[in-house]
């Protein structure tokens, strides 16, 4: 079974950064794809960024520029670099896998979840 785990979450003043990280553990099959969501206060979760095993990678509009997604598949580990935070980038953010690359920018294509991270940036 599958399992993941987020680190790296936090408290940072806007125009700040931090880095989260996101271990896999438990994964049997080598093509995959990895994503990042966001769950802001009162807002449904969105996608962030995602990344295949191939390195093809999307991002919402909302981050691109800002927000870079890098994987480390021997450590079947996948991270997101933030940048130039602001406050709406505050929320609890959530790694997340699929089998395959198959529409790897679609949210709901993704089944597998870890207990997400708090991020809050400071105004």
């Known amino acids: 079974q599958v399992q993941l785990l987020e680190s790296g979450g936090g408290l940072v003043q806007a125009g700040g950064s931090l880095r989260l990280s996101c271990a896999a553990s438990g994964r049997t099959y080598s093509a995959y794809a990895m994503a990042w969501f966001r769950q802001a206060p009162g807002k449904q979760r969105e996608l962030l960024a995602a990344?295949?095993?191939?390195?093809?990678?999307t991002y919402a509009d909302s981050v691109k520029g800002r927000f870079t997604i890098s994987s480390d598949n021997a450590k079947n580990t996948v991270y997101l670099q933030m940048n130039s935070l602001k406050s709406e980038d505050t929320g609890v953010y959530y790694c997340?896998?699929?089998?395959?690359?198959?529409?790897?920018?679609?949210?709901?294509?993704?089944?597998?979840w870890g207990q997400g991270t708090q991020v809050t940036v400071s105004s």
């Open positions: 990344v295949t095993t191939g390195g093809s990678t």
């Open positions: 997340a896998s699929k089998r395959g690359s198959l529409a790897f920018y679609q949210g709901e294509s993704y089944d597998l």
